[in-house]
């Protein structure tokens, strides 16, 4: 068990009135933050703890540190986590207790062993040291383990356990070593905001005024989240995890025993003192506290209920057998807060102001360097250097309400160390059955593509996002936000968006609808996260709104497409009269649209938009209409595969805040006559050349093709990364995209792929494999 420590600096110093920064919460994340944002200048910070510090989940953590996540950003930043503690612990004074053992990942299946290739595949390109170690080896390392249980295990070098206490207490005075304060016994109790936008918080100690304040509340998150007027879509969760007494295997083995997880049996364990420590995620999760968590709840453990866990410690103690006859010494039951999807939520909260969150973080002491170090790079410089959108709060909209978060949070419990495959959708109800290969819906997509190649398709398109910008100034603020060019009345353009470090931020579409009056169309999932880029700088008398729910609509590809809007519109749609890129408000169906001529099939389409009331009287208008045409719906995966042939990128796959526009191509769209956000940092990227290139290759495989994030070799050395790809089904080849070394990106280069631990080769393209120069689209 961790040791508790006394704070030295209690009652001792006076709260300051004024902050640059509050942080809320001294557990492990709230003490990485006070950190990071003292250790990058910012000392004026402070940090408010209502108890002592590690009063919430921290101290009762099982302390493991490991550095596989289904992120590789994220897992990069476990690896950061786990490279500080030497940092912390020099410069505090304060031992972490860091064992760093190695960890393994056994796998008892083919599956879970096809996983772990797939990690290790991720694990080449960012240069994280894991390999591939066989059973009897495993059982060289680890004694306990019974050897045939298991196919593979992969062995990563840099995975361990650590005094989770004493980490957080080093957080914190390493913090104060750089200048920063932390005060204990001095809970927020209110927060209000003043006009200037910042916050003054109430304290038992006195208030005190911050340009910032930062919610590390944890197990309190959603109570802190309160204070400001925000309900956070996160659940403290039950856990469990018991320690045996010492077991003479381990005292006899003579040196540390390596941390491990067992995916199927749903078991981590490593060694605690002479005996063990052993956790698992119950089938069916415990939210702890839905209704709020108490503010009278301190260093306190729940009752525990080894029943809820016996079925997966007999399957451990078969994997374990000696575990089967340790005296079992403590059992712990301690809550600790989980987000919708499992990662944590933090960032500047969308539609505030100054305030920030670093909640939901169910793996503190694997994450907690990593989100300090991003939160101070956010905070300080305006953006974290590296794309931490797998953590961004703004990934959650309205629709994240509390009771869904709890709902969500405890699915999350429940497959933490459950397979998601590649294809897999969730939750439950869908009929195929997940797998790594190509699965049932295979051929259902490729019928859906022909009907779109040959004649005409439609999809709904209600879940991309729509921004709308009213006001003399909307079309001098977009020149400024935007790289691309903006459109003139009833015209499209596609525009990338960038940082000020000329980082992409957002490909765009662009509808002029007249001269103050545009309509942005773009990523659905990054809605919230572009809502507060906008608003962040927003000219007074320029009216914006995040329109996405407030049009929904469809999306008609095909070369028969013409005429099948030609049948349902009294407007000339002709080749002549509405041009590629053209826009209009009209009606379509019989009722309101915009429409825009543009496709992401590469074939002849149209975005027909329409207010949700309409949506169904324009689905039954079009499907009566294209009877005799061959219409026929298709999906997002037939779509995905079209825009393949076509070599172009996606958000969160291809274009995502890890790249410029010149690595991912978007330059192309770049208006350079005008001064832009990130102009200064793309014209360096472009005049010094860039070091990686996005590419588009196909792939020589046998009836298997990549999800993403595999590795790219070049003759075995690892030269970049697969952002995304699959089967392209009118080519009728397997193909992917990806980013490579700039060396290896030329036309006709051949690379290899790794897929399930097998290279395939791949060969380069220089442009689109169909309709190489857009005929078709502009047809
Ligand atoms: C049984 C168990 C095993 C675990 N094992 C592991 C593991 O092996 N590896 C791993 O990485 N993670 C593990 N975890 C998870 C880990 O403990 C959490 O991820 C981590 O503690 C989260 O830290 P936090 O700082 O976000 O929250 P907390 O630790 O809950 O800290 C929040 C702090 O905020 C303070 N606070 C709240 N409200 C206020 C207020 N109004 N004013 C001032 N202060 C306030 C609280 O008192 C508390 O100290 C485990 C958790 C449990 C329960």
Same mark, same amino acid.
């Given at each position: 068990m961790p040791t508790i420590q006394i704070d030295a600096t209690k009652g001792a110093k006076k709260l300051p009135t004024h902050a640059k920064v509050v942080v809320v919460g001294g557990g492990?994340?709230?003490?990485?933050?006070?950190?990071?944002?003292?250790?990058?200048?910012? /000392?004026?910070?402070?940090?408010?703890?209502?108890?002592?510090?590690?009063?919430?989940?921290?101290?009762?953590?099982? +302390?493991?540190?490991?550095?596989?996540?289904?992120?590789?950003?994220?897992?990069?930043?476990?690896?950061?986590?786990?490279?500080?503690? !030497?940092?912390?612990?020099?410069?505090?004074?304060?031992?972490?207790?860091?064992?760093?053992? +190695?960890?393994?990942?056994?796998?008892?299946? !083919?599956?879970?062993?096809?996983?772990?290739?797939?990690?290790?595949? /991720?694990?080449?390109? @960012?240069?994280?040291?894991?390999?591939?170690?066989?059973?009897?080896?495993l059982a060289e390392r680890h004694p306990l383990i019974d050897p045939d249980h298991y196919h593979a295990v992969l062995w990563d070098a840099q995975d361990g356990h650590l005094d989770p206490s004493g980490t957080t207490y080093a957080f914190a005075k390493a913090a104060r070593?750089?200048?920063?304060?932390?005060?204990?016994?001095?809970?927020?109790?209110? @927060? #209000?905001?003043?006009?200037?936008?910042?916050?003054?918080?109430?304290?038992? /100690?006195?208030?005190?005024?911050?340009?910032?304040?930062?919610?590390?509340?944890?197990l309190w998150a959603r109570e802190v989240g309160h204070m400001a007027g925000i309900n956070l879509p996160v659940q403290p969760m039950e856990h469990h995890y018991l320690i045996t007494e010492p077991m003479d295997e381990v005292v006899n083995f003579g040196q540390q025993l390596p941390h491990g997880i067992d995916f199927e049996a749903n078991v981590y364990c490593r060694q605690e003192g002479q005996g063990m420590l052993?956790?698992?995620?119950?089938?069916?999760?415990?939210?702890? /506290?839905?209704?709020?968590?108490?503010?009278?709840?301190?260093?306190?453990?729940?009752?525990?209920?080894?029943?809820?866990?016996?079925?997966?410690l007999e399957t451990a103690f078969e994997r374990l057998p000696a575990m089967a006859n340790a005296g079992i010494k403590d059992v712990i039951n301690g809550p600790f807060t989980f987000g919708p999807d499992g990662n944590p939520l933090i960032g500047p909260v969308p539609g505030m102001h100054n305030y920030w969150v670093a909640v939901g973080v169910m793996?503190?002491?694997?994450?907690?360097?990593?989100?300090?170090?991003?939160?101070?790079?956010? @905070?300080?410089?305006?953006?974290?250097?590296?794309?931490?959108?797998?953590?961004?709060?703004?990934?959650?909209?309205?629709?994240?309400?509390?009771?869904?978060?709890?709902?969500?949070?405890?699915?999350?419990?429940?497959?933490?160390?459950?397979?998601?495959?590649?294809?897999?959708?969730?939750?439950?109800?869908?009929?195929?059955?997940?797998?790594?290969?190509?699965?049932?819906?295979?051929?259902?997509?490729?019928?859906?593509?022909?009907?779109?190649?040959?004649?005409?398709?439609?999809?709904?398109?209600?879940?991309?996002? !729509?921004?709308?910008f009213k006001g003399a100034g909307a079309r001098d603020f977009l020149n400024h936000i935007l790289a691309g060019y903006v459109p003139k009345p009833g015209r499209l353009t596609l525009t990338p968006m960038l940082t000020p470090k000329g980082k992409l931020y957002g490909d765009l579409t662009v509808a002029c609808l007249a001269e103050d009056h545009f309509m942005l169309f773009g990523s659905g999932v990054m809605q919230e996260?572009?809502?507060?880029?906008?608003?962040?700088?927003?000219?007074?008398?320029?009216?914006?709104?995040?329109?996405?729910?407030?049009?929904?609509?469809?999306?008609?590809?095909?070369?028969?497409?013409?005429?099948?809007?030609?049948?349902?519109?009294?407007?000339?749609?002709?080749?002549?009269?509405?041009?590629?890129?053209?826009?209009?408000?009209?009606?379509?169906?019989?009722?309101?649209?915009?429409?825009?001529?543009?496709?992401?099939?590469?074939?002849?389409?149209?975005?027909?938009?329409?207010?949700?009331?309409?949506?169904?009287?324009?689905?039954?208008?079009?499907?009566?209409?294209?009877?005799?045409? +061959?219409?026929?719906?298709?999906?997002?995966?037939?779509?995905?595969?079209?825009?393949?042939?076509?070599?172009?990128?996606?958000?969160?796959?291809?274009?995502?805040?890890?790249?410029?526009a010149v690595e991912s191509g978007m330059d192309v769209f770049i208006n350079w006559k005008k001064d832009f956000i990130g102009k200064e940092a793309t014209l360096t990227a472009r005049n010094e050349g860039v070091s990686q290139k996005l590419l588009t290759m196909v792939i020589d495989t046998d009836g298997i093709d990549v999800a993403h994030d595999e590795a790219i070799l070049k003759d075995g050395t690892p030269v970049g990364y697969v952002s995304s790809g699959g089967y392209?089904?009118?080519?009728?080849?397997?193909?992917?995209?990806?980013?490579?070394?700039?060396?290896?990106?030329?036309?006709? #280069?051949?690379?290899?792929?790794?897929?399930?631990?097998?290279?395939y080769d791949a060969e380069v393209l220089s442009g689109p494999i169909y309709d190489a120069n857009g005929v078709y689209m502009r047809s």
């Open positions: 492990v994340v709230g003490c990485s933050i006070l950190f990071h944002l003292a250790k990058f200048g910012w /000392k004026d910070s402070v940090l408010l703890e209502r108890d002592e510090l590690t009063s919430g989940s921290s101290w009762h953590a099982a +302390g493991g540190i490991h550095t596989i996540s289904s992120d590789p950003n994220i897992s990069r930043l476990q690896s950061y986590t786990i490279n500080l503690y !030497k940092e912390i612990e020099e410069l505090s004074g304060q031992s972490v207790g860091l064992h760093q053992t +190695g960890g393994f990942y056994a796998a008892s299946t !083919k599956e879970w062993y096809d996983y772990l290739k797939g990690e290790r595949s /991720k694990a080449r390109y @960012m240069r994280l040291d894991q390999e591939f170690i066989s059973p009897k080896e070593a750089h200048g920063a304060q932390y005060f204990t016994h001095c809970g927020a109790t209110a @927060m #209000t905001q003043r006009p200037d936008g910042s916050w003054d918080i109430v304290t038992p /100690k006195g208030s005190i005024n911050a340009e910032h304040v930062v919610n590390c509340g944890g052993l956790g698992t995620y119950e089938a069916k999760a415990t939210p702890w /506290k839905v209704g709020g968590t108490p503010w009278d709840f301190g260093h306190e453990l729940l009752p525990p209920d080894l029943d809820r866990v016996a079925d997966r793996a503190g002491f694997c994450q907690g360097g990593g989100v300090g170090l991003t939160l101070a790079e956010w @905070m300080i410089n305006g953006e974290p250097s590296i794309d931490v959108w797998a953590m961004d709060v703004a990934r959650f909209g309205e629709f994240a309400t509390p009771d869904w978060g709890s709902l969500k949070s405890s699915e999350n419990y429940e497959r933490r160390f459950v397979m998601t495959f590649p294809n897999e959708t969730l939750p439950k109800g869908r009929h195929e059955v997940p797998t790594f290969e190509r699965n049932r819906s295979h051929d259902y997509v490729g019928r859906e593509i022909k009907a779109v190649r040959e004649a005409v398709g439609g999809i709904e398109i209600a879940n991309f996002a !729509k921004h709308e996260a572009h809502r507060r880029w906008f608003e962040k700088d927003l000219p007074t008398g320029i009216a914006y709104v995040n329109a996405s729910d407030d049009w929904h609509g469809i999306a008609l590809s095909g070369p028969k497409s013409r005429e099948l809007v030609a049948r349902i519109t009294r407007d000339d749609v002709s080749a002549e009269a509405f041009k590629f890129r053209d826009v209009r408000q009209t009606f379509v169906g019989g009722v309101p649209v915009i429409i825009n001529r543009i496709s992401f099939s590469g074939e002849l389409g149209y975005e027909i938009y329409c207010k949700p009331q309409y949506l169904m009287r324009l689905a039954d208008a079009i499907e009566e209409a294209g009877a005799d045409l +061959g219409f026929r719906w298709y999906g997002a995966r037939a779509l995905l595969s079209m825009r393949l042939e076509k070599g172009w990128g996606v958000w969160t796959m291809e274009y995502r805040p890890d790249f410029n392209a089904h009118h080519v009728g080849q397997s193909m992917a995209m990806g980013y490579v070394a700039t060396e290896f990106a030329a036309p006709g #280069t051949t690379l290899q792929v790794e897929i399930l631990g097998r290279l």
